[in-house]
Structures are given as structure tokens and as C-alpha cells.
Nanobody, 129 residues
């Protein structure tokens, strides 16, 4: 499975960006998907995740109400709509996929990086104040 994230850029505080993650090598519809981010000097942190069906989503408290994760299994695409961006959202954003096979997890597992087996290369998001 290969993941390719795109859509990052430079935006002013309060602005919006939409990240995309294209998946190749396997159909997306059996995989839990997530977005993580890593700021300079910081550890990679969970942003949001979505179940393989799209019926359940999880968000970090810091982005709840501002970010929306979605997926289009027919197009093998994952999205992250980011609104009301803040300078503290500046980071490299990574999309990730679990091992597939229609797995479900206890809620806490969606937040852990080790749940995900495949990672994209990251896309830089910079929010200026």
C-alpha cells in the first residue's frame, strides 16, 4: 500500500486548507485511515481517524470542531478539511492506513501511531499569524 499526501501550503491564521491522500496498491475500503502531524522538535501526534466504513470518526481535542476527515472509497482517497487554522497547526501532516481486513478497534487504538502500518511521505502545512 502506498500513500501520497498533498494539499499542504502556507495560509494565514483563520484560513482553510484541504489535504488529500491518494492510496495505491490496494483498495481503501477495508482500511482504517488517519492523519497525524509532526511539528519541528515535537513528536508525531494524532489528529484524526476514520473507520473503514466511514461511519465513525475520532479527533484530537485540539482540532475538534475545526477539522473534518472524510474518505471516498470509490476513488481511493482520504481527505482532511482544515478550517479556522491556527499557527499551532503548523506541522508536517501524514496520512496513514492500518493493515486493512475491516478491522475494528477499541477507541483508544485509533489514536495510536502503532495501529497504522502504512504511512505517506507528509505534506507541510504552515499557518502564519
Amino acid at each position: 500500500v502506498q500513500l501520497q499526501a498533498s494539499g499542504g501550503g502556507l495560509v494565514q491564521a483563520g484560513g482553510s486548507l484541504r489535504l488529500s491522500c491518494g492510496v495505491s496498491g490496494r483498495t481503501l475500503n477495508s482500511h482504517v485511515m488517519g492523519w497525524f502531524r509532526q511539528a519541528p522538535g515535537e513528536e508525531r501526534e494524532f489528529v484524526t481517524a476514520i473507520s473503514w466504513s466511514g461511519g465513525t470518526t475520532y479527533y484530537a481535542d485540539s482540532v475538534k470542531g475545526r477539522f473534518t476527515i472524510s474518505r471516498d472509497n470509490a476513488k481511493n482517497m482520504l481527505y482532511l478539511q482544515m478550517n479556522s487554522l491556527k499557527p499551532e497547526d503548523t506541522a508536517v501532516y501524514y496520512c496513514a492506513a492500518d493493515g486493512g481486513r475491516l478491522r475494528t478497534y477499541l477507541a483508544a487504538a485509533y489514536y495510536r501511531a502503532r495501529t497504522y502500518d502504512y504511512w505517506g511521505q507528509g505534506t507541510q502545512v504552515t499557518v502564519s499569524s
